[in-house]
């Protein structure tokens, strides 16, 4: 069958998630002190702070359990409390409090340039080349969103944004990859992690594993790219400049 759709994770994929960091705090920082007051530093200082912590936010929910969402939604309003706690300024109502957990994500990515090298071109190609471009990760689609749009791509991808607020669940199953409504004998999906991988297959989907540097190659995936996302480009047959 002829693959009309790609659906590509961000982390590790199109996104090198050690760049994100620094400049998802200080945008934070500057949303959050213009809206609460305090001072740009410090807000993006709490962010690390959290940052560094991050799972113990987390250890006792189960994103995988029939309350997956309501879990989902908990850690994101726990993170957004927690930035009020350590910079000792005034919690806002749990009203304002849950509507800024959801759109923090995205407006401290927006600005925020952490794709690799190679993606931009890969991505530009492949839209050239007609395919309809989506996501498959377990980043909300918010933040997706603000990664894309950060990397100046967002407007390529057409695409499903298969995130846990959309498809509803967090594991990367074969009911994650079908909520993308498209025929799954033409889409393919890039990803580094074996559970993408395998869901992708569950639902019919072709796949392929992109290893980057010393990643591992162990993986069921029907096709493997080495090195960079350019590789991607010949195995679709598409030549690049």
Not at 10 to 15: K, R, T
Not at 31 to 49: I, P
Not at 57 to 70: E, I, R
Not at 177 to 185: I, Y
Request: with cysteine.
């Amino acid at each position: 069958m002829t693959i009309t759709h790609i659906f590509f994770e961000l982390s590790g994929v199109l996104m090198d998630s050690a760049q994100l960091p620094e400049c998802y705090a200080h945008h934070l920082g500057l949303v959050m002190a213009e809206r609460f007051g305090g001072s740009v530093d410090a807000w993006a200082q709490a962010h690390l702070k959290i940052l560094a912590d991050w799972d113990s936010y987390f250890a006792d929910l189960d994103f995988d359990g029939d309350d997956g969402m309501a879990d989902l939604w908990e850690s994101q309003l726990r993170v957004t409390r927690a930035l009020f706690r350590l910079t000792g300024l005034k919690e806002p109502d749990s009203a304002v409090l849950a509507a800024l957990s959801r759109e923090l994500p995205y407006l401290a990515t927006r600005h925020c340039d952490a794709l690799y090298p190679d993606s931009k071109p890969t991505i530009e190609a492949l839209h050239q080349a007609g395919y309809v471009l989506g996501v498959a990760t377990h980043l909300v689609s918010g933040k997706a969103r603000g990664i894309l749009e950060g990397g100046g791509v967002l407007d390529y991808f057409r695409g499903a944004f298969l995130c846990p607020d959309v498809t509803e669940r967090f594991r990367k199953d074969q009911n994650y990859f079908l909520a993308a409504h498209v025929p799954p004998e033409n889409c393919l999906v890039v990803d580094i992690n074996s559970e993408g991988i395998r869901g992708a297959q569950a639902a019919g989907m072709q796949t392929v594993y992109l290893r980057r540097g010393e990643l591992p190659h162990q993986s069921p995936a029907d096709w493997f790219l080495t090195g960079d996302l350019t590789a991607l480009l010949a195995y679709m047959n598409i030549k690049s400049d």
